[in-house]
């Protein structure tokens, strides 16, 4: 079974600066897809970054970008310039192979940004 | 262009009664899963529908049912209602079931309290 884990709990940054959370994944498979989605205290999920499995470059969203490390099944977010709104939980979520769109989401990370 | 969504917002019930929770799912999509998220968690895959079958399921008791209608519309019914249950209960709609490469769009979810 795929299991995703986020060993941040919480994070805190200062408003225009750059910060990373983490997360790694443990998969058999070797076709799936990364996800990072934000969920601000309005309840919905938002995708923020998708990156897949195949593709060695790292994707990179504006001011989200990832560090991708295949081999490590790893898998950061870095937020640069981070503003007030960024504030919320943050989710890493994986979905590949026969999981047909079936997510695994992490525990999640809350990020709190601080003026 | 309608996003995904989902009624009613906020729902109390009692031990043992049961409950239907409803989903709309994004223009064009096909396929809607749903997600339980407990307090302070990542959500779990409850179930998943396409061409108004469901595809795949988590790891819930037969308790928890669902449905699809031909519009694509979903329903998801909770019978013989848990402490546990309480939770939010998010829909998330895609295209092309089968096809992980296609992002998940997710509503603000149904806030169930259980009495």
């Known amino acids: 079974a795929q299991t995703v884990t986020q060993s941040q709990p919480e994070m805190s940054v200062q408003e225009a600066e750059t910060v990373t959370l983490s997360c790694t994944y443990d998969t058999s498979e070797s076709d799936y897809y990364l996800f990072w989605y934000k969920q601000p205290p309005s309840r919905q999920m938002i995708l923020v970054i998708r990156q897949e499995a195949y593709k060695q470059q790292n994707a990179t969203e504006n001011r989200f970008s990832v560090n991708f490390q295949k081999a490590a099944k790893s898998f950061s977010l870095k937020i640069s310039d981070s503003q007030l709104g960024d504030a919320a939980m943050y989710f890493c979520a994986w979905v590949g192979g026969t999981s047909y769109g079936k997510l695994t989401f992490g525990q999640g990370t809350i990020l709190t940004v601080h003026p | 262009d309608a996003g995904v969504t989902q009624s009613p917002t906020h729902l109390i019930k009692t031990r043992g009664q049961q409950v239907t929770l409803r989903c709309s799912p994004k223009s064009g999509h096909d396929t809607v899963s749903w997600y339980q998220q407990a307090l302070g968690q990542g959500p779990q895959f409850i179930f998943q529908?396409?061409?108004?079958?469901?595809?795949q399921r988590g790891n819930f008791p037969d308790r928890f049912s669902g449905h699809q209608f031909p519009n694509y519309s979903s329903e998801l019914n909770v019978n013989a209602l848990l402490l546990g249950d309480s939770a939010l209960y998010l829909c998330?709609?895609?295209?092309?079931?089968?096809?992980?490469?296609?992002?998940?769009?997710f509503g603000d979810g149904t806030r169930l309290s259980i009495l």
């Open positions: 529908y396409y061409e108004e079958e469901e595809r």
């Open positions: 998330a709609s895609s295209l092309a079931w089968g096809n992980s490469n296609q992002p998940q769009h």
